[in-house]
């Protein structure tokens, strides 16, 4: 196994679910914030990061995890739905 799975398969292993810092009418929940942060000190320790990219045809917003090695592993991307692509605000 190489270094990248090693280090992903303990960063997995290490994941835990964030808090929940935020507080609605409905509920306490967990902030997008709150979310990268739990990701990305566990996934730091581990040498790897988290990038998010925008990719056409289809339209949808892909999660790579990379590894210092160069190294990396890829989703298939979520579809970016919008009724108007001239103006997606």
Same mark, same amino acid.
């Given at each position: ?10 960063? &997995?292993?290490? !994941?835990?679910?964030?808090? &929940? ?10 902030? !997008?914030?709150? $979310?990268?942060? %739990? ?13 998010? &990219?925008?990719? +056409? ?5 892909? %999660?790579? +995890? ?5 190294? $990396? +592993? ?7 739905? $919008? ?7």
């Amino acid at each position: 196994m190489s270094k990248f799975h090693t280090d992903l398969v303990a960063a &997995l292993n290490e !994941l835990q679910n964030p808090t &929940l810092d935020g507080e609605a009418n409905y509920g306490k929940y967990t902030t !997008l914030p709150a $979310c990268l942060k %739990t990701a990305r000190d566990v996934l730091t320790n581990h040498n790897l990061g988290l990038v998010q &990219l925008t990719q +056409i045809d289809p339209d949808r917003l892909v %999660t790579r +995890i990379v590894h210092a090695s160069g190294e $990396c +592993i890829e989703d298939g991307g979520v579809p970016l739905l $919008c009724e108007n692509k001239a103006n997606p605000q």
